[in-house]
């Protein structure tokens, strides 16, 4: 048996490299990850400008007390720039972002000043007031959005607002997938007696997405050696990661142990948890491989704990794993010391504090427990059974 932390500690330092960087344009860019620093090439904003539509006038002439009149040399629209220079006695009419003229340090709110044709009446007012001034958002050369950082529109936006359209991403990681078992049918053809329809496929491969990796679907494989082991090295020609599910209990059936100790480098765990104790870990060729277990809850639950992780490092991003958080137990919830175990629970925040109840039954294939959830209840090795009140650690899904 080996401990889901050191599986996944094991399994992680395997990866030492990330896949390739690309160039996108910037609005395909949403959701990848960032492959290289980036830095600012010039100031935000560019020079110093007006944060309100008003006057701009040199601090000298603000009076101390009382009021003052200046002459208006000019109406400024925002993007236009003043190529002259306030002397003393003048004021320029100007609108929010447009640059300060020179000779000027200080802007006027309109809602506070007199205006009568050329003339406008000033009252005292603080120096510098009402000015952005260059690079206070963004310093040119800065680091403003560091690799490894998956993007989300505002990011989009700052770089667009730095004058890039396009960005150095990671390319999405390659996870070629496939379901085993005689038994497993195709979801829209007819079902033989004794068959079931595929359901990990189709999690997986939403999995799989989710977490920006590229699926390559290789539909359902039988039980038949030759057939497996085809299929394998053709899965592992082009992807980085190669999936299947099923096959790696015990039973006569369960080739994948078979094969795959035959086609690449597999260790067979016993992984100290539950749901999905048995897990195949390896290699084929230059993908990593990953046999799940067949049970639908427990393949997408591996699928979480050891896979994701990966495509995540692949991809070249900085946090691996989920946030955890801490919730009340509404109910005594049964658990084995020795083991991790994950139950599927539905988290809420009521009465001012966060709380969670299991969805019921939570037999490894039992999948509509993953639909009634909207968390992982994550019981750790040590515990033993949870009773009502207590705080465990919860991670939404
Ligand atoms: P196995 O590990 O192949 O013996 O599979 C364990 C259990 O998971 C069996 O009840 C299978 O029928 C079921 N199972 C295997 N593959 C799938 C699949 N792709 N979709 C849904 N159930 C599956
Ligand atoms: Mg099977």
């Known amino acids: 048996m080996i401990s889901v932390r050191d599986g996944q500690n094991h399994i992680l330092s395997r990866i030492t490299a990330t896949v390739a960087p690309e160039l996108v344009p910037v609005t395909r860019a949403l959701?990848?990850?960032?492959?290289?620093?980036?830095?600012?090439?010039?100031?935000?904003?560019?020079?110093?400008?007006?944060?309100?539509?008003g006057y701009a006038v040199a601090s000298a002439d603000i009076p101390a007390a009382g009021t003052?009149?200046?002459?208006?040399?000019?109406?400024?629209?925002?993007?236009?720039?003043?190529?002259?220079?306030?002397?003393?006695?003048?004021?320029?009419?100007?609108?929010?972002?447009?640059?300060?003229?020179?000779?000027?340090?200080?802007?006027?709110?309109?809602?506070?000043?007199e205006r009568d044709d050329r003339r406008v009446r000033i009252g005292p007012l603080a120096k510098g007031a009402n000015v952005r001034l260059r690079g206070e958002d963004v310093e040119a050369g800065a680091i403003v959005i560091e690799t490894g950082t998956v993007l989300r529109p505002q990011e989009i936006g700052l770089v667009t607002s730095l004058g890039a359209w396009q960005l150095m991403v990671y390319r999405r990681p390659r996870v070629a997938l496939m379901s085993t078992g005689d038994e497993v049918a195709e979801p829209g053809t007819p079902?033989?007696?004794?068959?079931?329809?595929?359901?990990?496929?189709?999690?997986?491969?939403?999995?799989?997405?989710?977490?920006?990796?590229?699926?390559?679907?290789?539909?359902?494989?039988?039980?038949?050696?030759?057939?497996?082991?085809?299929?394998?090295?053709?899965?592992?020609?082009?992807?980085?990661?190669?999936?299947?599910?099923?096959?790696?209990?015990?039973?006569?059936?369960?080739?994948?142990?078979?094969?795959?100790?035959?086609?690449?480098?597999?260790?067979?765990?016993?992984?100290?948890m539950q749901p999905g104790r048995p897990l195949a870990v390896g290699s084929i060729g230059g993908a990593a491989f990953f046999g799940l277990p067949g049970n639908p809850v427990a393949s997408l639950l591996s699928f979480m704990l050891f896979v994701r992780p990966v495509v995540y490092k692949l991809a070249g991003r900085r946090t691996l794993f989920p946030d955890a958080w801490q919730a009340r137990a509404l109910e005594?919830?049964?658990?084995?010391?020795?083991?991790?175990?994950?139950k599927r629970g539905i988290l809420r925040f009521a009465d001012g504090a966060w709380d969670v109840r299991?969805?019921?039954?939570?037999?490894?294939?039992?999948?509509?427990?993953?639909?009634?959830?909207?968390?992982?209840?994550?019981l750790d090795e040590a515990r033993g059974d949870v009773a009502a009140g207590e705080l465990v650690t919860v991670e939404p899904f």
């Open 31 to 53: 959701g990848r990850v960032l492959a290289e620093d980036f830095q600012a090439p010039f100031d935000v904003p560019p020079a110093d400008n007006s944060a309100v539509d």
């Open 332 to 342: 005594r919830m049964p658990k084995k010391v020795g083991r991790t175990e994950y």
């Open 191 to 272: 079902r033989r007696p004794g068959q079931i329809y595929d359901a990990n496929r189709f999690t997986l491969r939403g999995s799989i997405e989710q977490c920006g990796g590229e699926v390559i679907d290789l539909g359902i494989v039988p039980d038949e050696r030759e057939t497996l082991r085809a299929r394998l090295h053709e899965a592992a020609a082009g992807a980085d990661v190669v999936l299947t599910s099923g096959g790696v209990s015990v039973g006569v059936y369960d080739l994948v142990k078979e094969v795959l100790a035959e086609v690449g480098a597999i260790d067979f765990w016993q992984v100290a």
């Open 358 to 378: 299991t969805t019921g039954p939570q037999g490894s294939g039992i999948l509509s427990s993953m639909v009634a959830g909207n968390c992982l209840i994550v």
């Open 68 to 113: 003052s009149e200046l002459v208006v040399v000019a109406d400024l629209a925002a993007g236009s720039i003043f190529d002259g220079r306030l002397t003393a006695g003048q004021a320029l009419r100007i609108m929010t972002g447009a640059p300060m003229p020179a000779g000027a340090d200080t802007v006027y709110p309109q809602e506070i000043v």
